[in-house]
């Protein structure tokens, strides 16, 4: 089974609007990493946060990762069309990586 | 980061058959991975590929039905064999870079009928 929660599964934005999205874990994660697929795209890397309470930024796009390491969200402020798609966050099972179950965001114009 | 080609990129196939799904990376990898993803879902791993030696599979996953080659560190395919219309989905190659992140390749989209 998956190891990280992701919600909400879908998430409707005005555009202009901010908007996060979660990733929770039972257990304390050595790092997580988020991705992101457009439609009919495949998943690209986006980012991997490491350190408790670690916060990167990407332009609109801030990633933080939870002081105990269990949790970590993605926020977007002022929505474009552009950011239209599936995040997903993923966090290392040993060698592999288990993804969690994805949202997936459209934008109203 | 990697570049990463996937053939074909898209197929149609008839239930009975079998398809292989080429992978081919520009750099040389210790492990390949291949992914599943059916529409609208997450990916689920299907097998972890390393140069030399069997793939490793995921629970629910065998090698009668997925067989893997891995011929050298650059390359590798997928057989999806005896084909159903429940195998209908997208299948992605992926590999894991020295810092862990990993990179797709551009996906097989097979349909089934």
């Known amino acids: 089974g998956q190891q990280v929660m992701q919600i909400p599964q879908y998430q409707h934005v005005q555009e202009g609007e901010d908007f996060t999205t979660y990733c929770n874990s039972s257990?304390?994660?050595?790092?997580i990493q988020w991705y992101k697929q457009r439609p009919g795209g495949h998943p690209v890397f986006l980012i991997q946060?490491?350190?408790?309470?670690e916060v990167k930024k990407q332009k609109r796009l801030t990633f933080q990762f939870g002081e105990a390491k269990k949790n970590s969200s993605l926020h977007i402020t002022a929505t474009q069309t552009t950011d239209v798609g599936t995040y997903f966050c993923?966090?290392?099972?040993?060698?592999?990586?288990?993804f969690g179950a994805g949202t997936t965001v459209t934008v109203r114009a | 980061s990697a570049v990463i080609s996937q053939k074909p990129s898209r197929d149609i196939c008839q239930r009975g058959t079998s398809l292989t799904i080429q992978c081919q990376v520009d750099?040389?990898?210790?492990?390949m991975f291949w992914y599943r993803q059916q529409p609208g879902q997450s990916l689920t791993l299907i097998a972890t590929?390393?140069?030399?030696?069997?793939?490793?599979?995921e629970s629910g996953f065998v090698i009668d039905k997925f067989p893997i080659s891995r011929p050298n560190l650059t390359f590798s395919t997928l057989t999806v064999s005896n084909m159903s219309p429940e195998d209908s989905s997208i299948y992605l190659c992926?590999?894991?870079?020295?810092?862990?992140?990993?990179?797709f390749g551009p996906g097989t989209r097979l349909t089934v009928t």
């Open positions: 992926s590999v894991r870079s020295d810092f862990y992140e990993q990179y």
């Open positions: 257990t304390t994660l050595s790092n």
């Open positions: 946060l490491v350190k408790s309470g």
């Open positions: 993923a966090a290392p099972v040993g060698y592999k990586l288990s």
């Open positions: 750099s040389q990898v210790t492990m």
């Open positions: 590929a390393n140069q030399g030696s069997e793939a490793t599979y």
